[in-house]
């Protein structure tokens, strides 16, 4: 839940997910709409999917415990290397090193790295390495995240407040503010489509988003693709169809622009049909939620 979210976001979707699904056979058991439900507006979904998968594999091919090896633990859905090595360092006492951005940040620091992008992983992790084999790991590994927090932050870190200033070589050469070196990040790339409003009376017309890709398995209004280039609105029927205004969204890999549409139908006779002020009980995407602010307000 914490991979790009604050604890301030979290702490109130962790706790309820707690009282939900205590046990990992709990949060196995559950279905995935349930889980989506109780994940809408935390973003990044591909979480809670791998989430469900991890429990899943975890209740039947583990009997629900959680396996002990950093190489075991990296085969599970949404574990990378850092939350693998966090939990192998931490919970299992096993040597290795989890190193999360604040670690990476300490280390290039104390040891004066001045590589960037990809050499500069490899040495971190050198040094993270040799750490690894000649101390107590999770121990470690918790103090240099607190450390990179509290004391070695990325703006202005605290050095003379810092224990290990004197043998920080950052500190020595004066270069706490210039380093870790960051790798320019390429621009977000953008995407445009089309989100069709179907109304009837009170309710709204919905459909279920395929089950792998961007915001599987997620409620949408019926929409078309989302594509590099603008295209003309395809309206899923024929129907006088009124522009409500543009939805901005922010993915990890490109910037959507989605263009609404609106119309009010005679009958509900296909499609999922739902009354407005029901959709919270579907995993709705933030950006649909946006959208809802456009819609024509329902009064009954
Ligand atoms: S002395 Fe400064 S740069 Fe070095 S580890 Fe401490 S806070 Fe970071």
């Not at 919905?206 to 395809?234: M, N, V």
Request: proline letters at 4%; glycine letters at 6%; hydrophobic letters at 40%.
């Amino acid at each position: 839940m914490l991979q790009q979210t604050t604890v301030a976001t979290v702490k109130g979707y962790f706790a309820r997910f707690l009282e939900r699904w205590p046990t990992i056979e709990a949060l196995a058991a559950a279905s995935q709409d349930e889980l989506m439900h109780c994940w809408q507006g935390l973003g990044y979904y591909s979480r809670a999917r791998n989430l469900h998968k991890t429990a899943k594999i975890i209740t039947d091919q583990y009997h629900g415990v959680v396996p002990e090896s950093y190489q075991n633990l990296t085969k599970l859905p949404g574990l990378g290397p850092y939350t693998a090595a966090a939990i192998a360092s931490i919970a299992f006492g096993q040597s290795i090193i989890a190193i999360d951005t604040n670690v990476s940040r300490v280390l290039c620091r104390l040891f004066a790295i001045s590589s960037e992008g990809k050499i500069q992983k490899a040495q971190v992790q050198e040094i993270a390495n040799s750490l690894a084999h000649t101390s107590d790991s999770g121990a470690v590994s918790q103090a240099l995240m607190d450390i990179g927090s509290n004391l070695c932050k990325s703006k202005n870190p605290k050095c003379v407040d810092c224990f290990l200033k004197n043998d920080c070589l950052a500190f020595s050469g004066d270069l706490q503010n210039v380093l870790p070196l960051k790798q320019k990040k390429p621009i977000r790339p953008k995407r445009y489509g089309h989100s069709f409003v179907m109304r009837h009376a009170n309710q709204v017309c919905i459909e279920k988003r395929p089950e792998k890709g961007l915001l599987a398995s997620l409620y949408q209004f019926p929409s078309s693709e989302f594509l590099s280039e603008k295209t003309i609105a395809q309206y899923p029927i024929k129907a006088e169809w009124k522009n409500i205004g543009t939805v901005r969204h922010i993915f990890t890999h490109f910037e959507l622009e989605l263009t609404l549409w609106e119309t009010f139908v005679q009958n509900t006779n296909s499609g999922l049909w739902t009354k407005l002020s029901d959709l919270g009980n579907y995993g709705l995407p933030t950006m649909f939620k946006k959208a809802l602010a456009y819609v024509t307000p329902s009064y009954n």
